[in-house]
C-alpha cells in the first residue's frame, strides 16, 4: 500500500509538471504579443533615431551606416523633396524615400508587423533572440555576457537575505513583545523604509574611499589583471568586490520577508493544533519545528519566486550603475532608452521564462514542506 500511494503521488507530480510546462507556451506568447504591440506605438524607433542622427551629425552617421550611401542620399533629399510622403518618420520629411527603405530593411521595418511578429515567435522557439541594433551582437550571447553580474547580485543576495530573515522572524514570532522583539523591529522598520540604493551611497561614503575607510573596491566584479590569478586568488578577488553590493542589497531586502515569517508563525502559533501538541507534553522546539514550522514556511516560500526575479533583475539596476556592474537590469535600462527592440525583447522573453520556472520550482518546494498538497486536485 505504502508503495501504490508513493506512486500515485509521483504520477500526479509528474501530470502537473506537463501541464505547468504546456502552459508556459501561451503565457510567453502573450507576454511577448503584449510587449510586441506596445513596441508598435513607442515614439522615437530606431529608423527615426537614425534619421536624427544623419540629419544632426552627418559624418559620423554616415560612417555608421556604411560609407558613401548614405551621404548620396541626404544629398540627393533637397531634389526629393516632394517627392513620397515620409511624414510617418519624425524628421523624415525631405528625405529620398529609397533611403528611408533602406533604412526601414536594416531595422527589420519593411515588412508588415505582424509579420515581423511571427518571425520573431518562430526564432524564439529556437532561442535565436536576433542581434542587438547598436552593440553589434547576437542578443543571447549579449545576456549571457551579462549574466555573471545578475547571478551574482542575485544568488548571493537572496540566499544571505532568507539565512537572515527566517531564523530572525522565527525568534521575533517566539519573542513577540519582548525586549529583543522591539530592538530588532527597529532595525527592520529602517531596513524597510530606505531603499538599496541609499544603502549603497552610505556604504561607498564610509568604506569605499568616499570620506572614511578606503577597505573595498568602489567598481566592477574583478580586479585589473584577473586572468593572471589563480583561483584562490580569483575567488577572494570577487567576494572582496560583491562585500557592498550585496550588503546593500540584503540591508533593504531583508525587512519584508523578516516580518511575513514573524506574521506567519504567529498566525500558526496560536491555531488548535498547536495548543493540542503543547497538552500532549511535547517540547517547545517539537512543536515549532516540528508542526508549525512546515504550515507557516508554505507563505514564505509563496513569494520566493517574485523576491528572486524582483532582486535578480529589477532591484539590482540602481546597484548595477552605482557600483558600475554591467548586468541584466542595466542592460535592459539602456536598451529602453536606445529603443533596442531586440534586446529589449529578448531580455524579456528570457526574464519571463525564469519567472515561470521559479514558480513551478515554488510549487514543488511546496511538496517537500507539506507533502498533503496535492497536485491533482490543483490540476483538477
Known amino acids: 500500500m505504502p508503495f501504490l500511494i508513493f506512486a500515485y503521488t509521483h504520477e500526479s507530480m509528474a501530470t502537473y509538471i506537463l501541464k505547468r510546462l504546456l502552459l508556459m507556451l501561451p503565457t510567453l506568447f502573450g507576454i511577448l504579443l503584449i510587449s510586441f504591440v506596445i513596441i508598435q506605438f513607442v515614439p522615437g524607433g530606431p529608423v527615426e533615431r537614425m534619421i536624427a542622427e544623419l540629419q544632426g551629425h552627418g559624418v559620423e552617421a554616415t560612417a555608421r551606416f556604411g560609407g558613401s550611401g548614405a551621404g548620396d542620399s541626404i544629398g540627393a533629399s533637397s531634389q526629393s523633396a516632394s517627392g513620397g510622403n515620409n511624414s510617418q518618420y519624425r524628421g523624415a520629411q525631405g528625405l529620398d524615400p529609397e533611403f528611408i527603405a533602406e533604412l526601414e530593411a536594416l531595422y527589420g521595418f519593411d515588412k508588415p508587423a505582424h509579420e515581423r511578429f511571427w518571425i520573431m515567435v518562430k526564432n524564439y522557439l529556437r532561442f535565436d533572440l536576433g542581434t542587438s541594433y547598436y552593440r553589434d551582437i547576437g542578443v543571447l550571447d549579449l545576456v549571457l555576457e551579462k549574466m555573471p553580474v545578475s547571478i551574482s547580485l542575485g544568488l548571493w543576495s537572496t540566499l544571505i537575505i532568507y539565512l537572515i530573515s527566517i531564523p530572525l522572524g522565527i ?4 519573542r513577540d513583545g519582548s525586549h529583543f522583539d522591539i530592538w530588532t523591529s527597529a532595525a527592520v522598520f529602517v531596513g524597510y523604509a530606505i531603499p538599496s540604493f541609499m544603502f549603497a551611497i552610505l556604504l561607498i561614503v564610509v ?14 566584479l574583478v580586479s585589473d589583471g584577473w586572468e593572471d590569478m589563480t583561483f584562490f586568488e580569483l575567488a577572494l578577488d570577487y567576494m572582496w568586490h560583491m562585500v557592498l553590493p550585496i550588503a546593500a542589497m540584503v540591508i533593504s531586502g531583508f525587512a519584508s520577508l523578516t516580518l511575513l515569517t514573524k506574521n ?3 498566525d500558526e502559533i496560536n491555531k488548535q493544533y498547536v495548543l493540542t501538541a503543547r497538552a500532549k507534553g511535547l517540547k ?3 512543536v515549532l519545528y516540528g508542526h508549525v514550522f512546515r504550515n507557516a514556511m ?3 516560500i509563496a513569494g520566493f519566486p517574485a523576491a528572486f526575479v524582483h532582486i ?3 532591484g539590482s539596476l540602481l546597484i548595477e550603475v552605482i557600483f558600475s556592474l554591467d548586468g541584466l537590469g542595466l542592460l535592459g535600462y539602456e536598451s529602453v532608452i536606445n529603443r533596442d527592440y531586440p534586446v529589449v525583447l529578448g531580455t524579456l522573453y528570457i526574464f519571463a521564462l525564469i519567472s515561470l520556472v521559479m514558480h513551478l520550482i515554488r510549487d514543488l518546494v511546496y511538496v517537500m514542506v507539506d507533502p498533503r498538497i496535492d497536485f491533482e486536485s490543483r490540476t483538477a
Open 264 to 266: 506567519s508563525f504567529l
Open 171 to 174: 525568534k521575533k514570532a517566539v
Open 312 to 314: 535578480f533583475f529589477t
Open 207 to 220: 568604506f569605499a574611499g568616499g570620506r572614511y575607510f578606503d577597505l573595498f573596491p568602489l567598481r566592477g
Open 284 to 286: 517547545e522546539k517539537q
Open 298 to 300: 508554505i507563505i514564505v
